[in-house]
């Protein structure tokens, strides 16, 4: 099976190239993404899967029916939008659309998708159960996935694979992560009520900045002395805004920050954690708080049954040089983590790096991608998810 899946995809990868192209010449912006939805959907059709167009507003899935005596149904995600930046690459297949660019390498991670269906599409026969493959909107804006789910495209699933390309790892090399990928990303906001009064007489006023000031450091001074530091806690405040003129002590201040974690009992904790502190500084010195904490993704964990089958089935296609364990999760965020709340999964990090010259950050005006990782992404997955019905069930 794996010498017939790589065969198909290196024969294909001349057209899964070009596809590519398309979808870096034509970037679309978060919950836009009709042309490349309409494009995704006629590749599918004319491989045979059954589409449904419009799932999760501008998301496609598509459905390919296996030989059927395996009931396990596993869904596959990739995603589809692109960054508001302006790309300064020197590609022939840059931009067409000012100011908008796949920064991100979804429009890798899209014909990756493409080609995995058009790869197992003609060794369904061989494939004891069905697959799903969701091509999803807005991830970049964190609210794809959340559309998707809504509309059901879990139904049913019991397990989920997913992939993002990472550029410091270098093209045809897989990186494998354990456990927590990435963080769970929150919002906080936090107002302070104080009192007004002259600049020279403190102590007939109560100061909304001083006090502010206090909320900061102590959160800050607090994650190091209360919180389980294996556990990993950033709580950045981004904005803060406040008072009126030089010598008028301010009555009001308003912050706003994003608080990252990795840990599911962390994540579940942080609000009343940060609302004890903030509450007993602002009683201590006489202020009002209002506080508004918004849950936003939590933290992608990655299944270990699923994640050893992604790894064994890499190293059975690539050897083992080309699979890199990943030591370190990272604090960003991804809105995967939602399909986990349905059915266990695993999201495997997809090297595109050249090996010859300096790679680019993901989201820099400047970012490229080795093309050579397209096939390596396609056979690992389509590899992954015919592994995956030769093992039983996991609990
Ligand atoms: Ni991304």
């Given at each position: ?146 559309w998707m789910v809504q509309d059901g495209v879990m139904r049913d699933v019991s397990a989920i694979f997913g ?135 939590p933290s992608v964990q990655n299944d270990l049954y699923l994640t050893k089958l992604v790894e064994d089935s ?82």
């Amino acid at each position: 099976m794996l010498s017939e899946i790589k065969s198909l995809a290196e024969t294909l990868a001349p057209r899964l190239i070009e596809i590519r192209r398309h979808f870096h010449a034509y970037p679309e912006l978060s919950g836009q993404e009709q042309q490349t939805a309409a494009y995704v959907a006629g590749v599918l059709s004319s491989s045979g899967l059954h589409v449904q167009e419009s799932v999760g507003k501008t998301g496609i899935v598509g459905e390919l029916t296996g030989k059927g005596e395996d009931s396990r149904l596993l869904a596959i995600r990739t995603d589809m939008d692109a960054l508001p930046i302006q790309e300064r690459t020197q590609l022939e297949f840059a931009s067409h659309c000012p100011g908008v660019m796949h920064a991100c390498g979804h429009d890798i991670h899209t014909t990756v998708g493409l080609g995995t269906a058009m790869v197992l599409s003609q060794l369904s026969e061989k494939l004891p159960g069905n697959l799903r493959f969701l091509f999803q909107p807005a991830e970049e804006i964190a609210q794809g996935a959340s559309w998707m789910v809504q509309d059901g495209v879990m139904r049913d699933v019991s397990a989920i694979f997913g992939l993002h390309v990472f550029p410091s790892i270098p093209a045809r090399t897989v990186g494998i992560r354990y456990g927590a990928l990435t963080a769970a990303a929150d919002d906080l906001e936090i107002f302070i009520q104080g009192e007004s009064g002259h600049g020279a007489r403190p102590h007939e006023a109560i100061d909304a900045i001083w006090i502010a000031s206090q909320v900061i450091t102590s959160l800050q001074q607090a994650i190091s002395r209360t919180q389980n530091p294996l556990r990993p806690i950033v709580l950045s405040i981004g904005q803060i805004s406040g008072g009126r003129a030089p010598n008028v002590i301010a009555d009001q201040v308003r912050m706003a920050g994003t608080v990252r974690s990795l840990h599911p009992d962390t994540h579940a904790n942080l609000p009343e954690w940060i609302e004890g502190i903030v509450a007993n500084i602002c009683q201590t010195y006489g202020a009002k708080y209002e506080m508004n904490y918004r849950r936003g993704v939590p933290s992608v964990q990655n299944d270990l049954y699923l994640t050893k089958l992604v790894e064994d089935s890499c190293r059975a296609a690539w050897g083992n040089e080309q699979v890199q364990l990943i030591a370190e999760a990272s604090l960003g965020a991804e809105d995967f983590s939602l399909y986990l709340e349905h059915a266990p999964g695993t999201m495997f990090r997809l090297g595109v790096g050249f090996k010859d010259r300096p790679n680019h950050p993901l989201h820099h005006p400047q970012f490229e991608a080795d093309e050579a990782a397209i096939t390596t992404g396609v056979v690992t997955l389509a590899y992954s998810a015919y592994q995956y019905w030769q093992h039983p069930p996991h609990a």
